[in-house]
């Protein structure tokens, strides 16, 4: 069964740094999303995508953040000055466009530490 | 702005026990799409269920089931013989009926089975 994939699984990296989360969704999707959860809260929405660009964007989403589809397949997420209270994990989900009720499918996401 | 409210921060049941699981939210919108999501420990957002707010038949998928009220904007998530993977925290999630919109989630309920 296809499958979102997301890498790396762990990041750890020092505040002030830039990261680059990656996303693979699964390859017919055409609409991509990134979530992102702080550790015992609720899942939040960052960012939709579509046709390389951005369809909504969260208050959470400032111009720290940026996405972009740079080969087709790869969907990233850069946060260019991390922060510590950037520390969550962060799911990308995908969705095929049909008629009816959409399904976003989840990755397995990747768990930001900042220092 | 929707919301979406889950009034049980955990959960307890006995295996082969039933549960209900809370799920309140709040639109303005006629027609939406609410789901009922698993988050396992290994923190990967698997769907379990989901509603159109336009069918009045409560979906069921094997051993869940959703008791969808949509007078009172309820929407409860119900595990029949709770087996122990179904140890997991569950998110109900709403989105507006544009099926490519973003999912707007709860606070989640930790549910434990016991042996």
């Known amino acids: 069964e296809p499958e979102v994939t997301q890498t790396p699984s762990h990041q750890v990296t020092q505040m002030g740094q830039e990261v680059i989360l990656r996303c693979v969704p699964i390859?017919?999707?055409?609409?991509f999303y990134w979530y992102r959860q702080i550790l015992g809260q609720k899942v939040e929405f960052l960012v939709s995508?579509?046709?390389?660009?951005?369809?909504?964007k969260s208050e959470i989403f400032d111009d720290q953040f940026s996405v972009e589809r740079p080969d087709g397949s790869n969907f990233t997420l850069k946060i260019r000055s991390t922060k510590l209270e950037d520390s969550a994990m962060y799911f990308c989900?995908?969705?095929?466009?049909?008629?009816?009720?959409?399904?976003?499918?989840f990755g397995p996401g990747t768990r930001l530490t900042v220092t | 702005a929707q919301t979406v409210t889950q009034s049980q921060p955990e959960m307890s049941v006995q295996e082969a026990e039933t549960v209900t699981l809370s799920c309140t939210y709040d639109?303005?919108?006629?027609?939406?799409?609410l789901f009922w999501y698993k988050q396992p420990p290994s923190r990967q957002m698997i769907l379990v269920i989901r509603?159109?707010?336009?069918?009045?038949q409560n979906a069921t998928e094997n051993r869940f089931s959703v008791n969808f009220q949509k007078a009172a904007k309820s929407f409860s998530l119900k595990i029949s013989d709770s087996q122990l993977g179904d140890t997991a925290m569950y998110f109900c999630?709403?989105?507006?009926?544009?099926?490519?919109?973003?999912?707007?989630f709860g606070t989640g309920t930790r549910l434990q089975v016991f042996p």
């Open positions: 639109t303005s919108e006629n027609n939406y799409y």
């Open positions: 999630a709403f989105m507006k009926q544009y099926n490519t919109d973003k999912l707007i």
């Open positions: 509603q159109e707010a336009y069918k009045q």
């Open positions: 989900a995908s969705i095929i466009q049909l008629a009816g009720v959409g399904e976003q499918y």
């Open positions: 995508f579509y046709n390389n660009e951005i369809s909504e």
């Open positions: 390859s017919n999707h055409l609409y």
